[in-house]
């Protein structure tokens, strides 16, 4: 069973940065599809990076130029990298994977198509 544990949440003033990261537990490979998604209240979860074995990466439109995603294999740990922190940023941050590889779900942040979830790491900026 894949656990996946999240930690670098915290708050900070706009215009700031953070790093999150993910560690992944039990088995999982590097073909495995892995992505960051958020939840503020009263919203949708939305998807905010993702990224593949090869290394391509997908993110959502209001994060792009300001955040990155990425991933070590070896640490089976992800990451994402978020500059230039907005207010509207602020949310519960989620890691998940694929079990199978769906790589349509992956660049779609199609949630169904994700297995594994964590419990989430919050990020609250201030203006």
């Known amino acids: 069973q894949v656990q996946l544990v999240e930690s670098g949440g915290g708050s900070v003033q706009a215009g700031g940065s953070l790093r999150l990261s993910c560690a992944a537990s039990?088995?999982?490979?590097?073909?495995?599809?892995m992505a960051w998604f958020r939840q503020a209240p009263g919203k949708e979860r939305e998807g905010v990076g993702s990224?593949?074995?090869?290394?391509?990466?997908n993110y959502g439109d209001s994060v792009k130029g300001r955040f990155t995603i990425s991933r070590d294999n070896t640490k089976n740990t992800l990451y994402l990298q978020m500059n230039s922190l907005k207010p509207e940023d602020s949310a519960m941050y989620y890691c998940?994977?694929?079990?199978?590889?769906?790589?349509?779900?992956?660049?779609?942040?199609?949630?169904?198509?994700?297995?594994?979830w964590g419990q989430g790491t919050q990020v609250t900026v201030s203006s």
């Open positions: 990224i593949v074995s090869d290394g391509s990466t």
């Open positions: 039990g088995y999982i490979t590097s073909s495995y599809c």
């Open positions: 998940a994977a694929q079990k199978y590889g769906n790589r349509w779900g992956c660049s779609s942040f199609a949630r169904p198509t994700f297995d594994y």
